[in-house]
């Protein structure tokens, strides 16, 4: 527990005239306010939490952000608020992430999967999409990186419980929005940037720019894919932090020159269990035979592979690591059909993702290779005609269906959709999801395969504002066992 005195000290703000009260807890939200509780009255994009102020809350002490007209009696200015909640939290909750190595990973795609990897090697705790805790007590998520309040408050559960290490995604929006920035991250990974958020951030410098900030952080690590343009622009243009080590990572075998340490992959083959190859970190190499399909895993791996150097891990240790790892819940996550074709489901909700699993996963199916996606409502509008176009070109056949309408209608979202199709007249719409979904697994034969995006491990649909029961791997279980 600590005073609204010593909260004020620690920000180098005056405790005079102010009332030294004991505080429990904090929050962001007005109403779950007690009399022991602070609030911090942060200002959002179309809101001010003041407005949501009457005289019947109770609560310790206030503390807003400027400027607002006629704040409540005894509210206290703090200037920036917004930008200062993750320092409130972190002392709050006594540091708890520099008790903790710290995993942050952040890109476009693979977040997850990499941090469930990560998870699986050094039994780290994860704190992510597919859920929070330690990997064999997972709960739900709801959004990829917490606020910075919930952040900190997880991180101090994680080492009331005896965690040494934890495996986080860090989005764009929690950068932007400063919810990590008093998390001490030691190891800061990129995987890769494509196109997505644009409903958030102004362009793709901006997108950029939100993910290059936690190379600026007080890091020890940096990982990096420099198989990614943004990847060697984080590193020409001296984004990371100079008191990191920088491991650059490639899949291709290529290093770079400003790195301390170069990650590579040589001679990697896909075959139907899996990918091996040979990792090479500097001038050691050793022999990797891992059990996760898709040429992108690669990338995964390797990312794994460096993080485990930096801190430490031995080249034969890491290599054994890396052989025992498995997949993930709805991340290229195979589902066998008694006739020996393949269900397979994907979180992929990006051209960039979709392009990437598609050729990730074809050379191993044998016959033809069916694609189900759909777009999510009320995000970013122009990324869908840009997925359409990567279904076409790496799909032998595509199904448009629902994804989460959410608040939009979704024959509009379908439509965006369409635009994006050279050869509409060859494309499947199927809606609802589950009809989609049973259409394409009455078309395969053996050797054909239909990967199913845009969900992943997700178990429910968003439609207008609510949250209804629904699982890709529950209707394709269905299907073959009804």
């Known amino acids: 527990m600590k005073t609204t005195h010593e909260l004020l000290t620690a920000l180098g703000l005056s405790t005079a005239a102010v009332d030294d009260k004991p505080i429990s807890a904090l929050s962001l939200d007005s109403r779950v306010l007690n009399e022991q509780m602070l609030w911090l009255a942060t200002r959002g994009t179309q ?16 503390f807003y952000e400027p400027p607002y007209q006629n704040p409540p009696p005894h509210a206290i200015t703090v200037e920036r608020l917004s930008e200062k909640v993750s320092a409130i939290a972190d002392l709050f909750y006594d540091h708890p992430a520099q008790k903790l190595w710290i995993t942050g990973v952040t890109g476009t795609d693979g977040k997850s999967s990499l941090v469930h990897f990560i998870a699986q090697a050094t039994g780290a705790a994860m704190l992510g999409t597919i859920g929070y805790g330690n990997l064999n007590a997972l709960q739900p998520a709801s959004h990829t990186t917490p606020d910075a309040i919930t952040t900190q408050q997880q991180l101090a559960h994680f080492v009331a419980q005896g965690n040494q290490a934890v495996a986080m995604e860090i989005s764009s929006h929690a950068l932007a929005q400063h919810r990590v920035a008093a998390v001490a991250v030691d190891v800061a990974v990129f995987t890769n940037l494509s196109r997505d958020h644009l409903d958030y951030h102004a362009d793709m410098e901006d997108y950029f720019l939100a993910k290059a900030q936690l190379f600026a952080f007080p890091i020890k690590h940096a990982v990096i894919n420099i198989d990614d343009p943004h990847g060697r622009r984080l590193i020409s243009e001296h984004r990371i932090n100079s008191s990191a080590c920088i491991w650059a990572v490639s899949a291709k075998g290529a ?99 979709i392009e990437s699993v598609l050729t990730g996963i074809r050379p191993h199916i044998s016959g033809k290779l069916w694609l189900i996606f759909g777009c999510g409502g009320n995000r970013d509008r122009g990324k869908r005609a840009l997925m359409a176009q990567a ?41 609802p999801r589950e009809q989609a979904i049973h259409y394409a697994l009455a078309q395969l034969h053996a050797g054909d395969a239909v990967l199913i995006t845009g969900k992943g491990h997700e178990d429910y649909q968003i439609i207008g504002t609510t949250k209804y029961p629904f699982s890709d791997q529950a209707v394709i279980k269905a299907w073959i066992n009804p």
């Open 255 to 353: 290093h770079n020159a400003a790195a301390h340490h170069n990650v590579c992959a040589h001679d990697y083959c896909l075959h139907q269990n899996g990918v091996t190859f040979t990792l090479a970190i500097d001038d050691e190499t050793i022999a990797v035979e891992t059990h996760l399909l898709a040429r992108f895993n690669l990338d995964n791996v390797l990312n794994v592979a460096a993080c485990l150097a930096a801190q430490g891990f031995s080249l034969a240790a890491i290599a054994e690591k890396l052989n025992q790892l498995h997949g993930v819940i709805g991340r290229v996550e195979p589902i066998s059909l008694s006739n020996q074709a393949l269900a397979i489901v994907d979180y992929a909700h990006t051209a960039g993702a």
């Open 47 to 62: 809101y001010h939490a003041l407005d949501f102020y009457t005289p019947e809350i109770n609560c310790a002490a206030i």
């Open 391 to 431: 279904a076409e070109r790496f799909a032998d056949a595509v199904i448009v269906t629902d994804d989460n309408p959410r608040t939009e209608d979704p024959a509009a979202i379908i439509a965006d959709v369409m635009q994006g199709f050279e050869y509409p007249e060859k494309i499947h719409v199927i809606q």
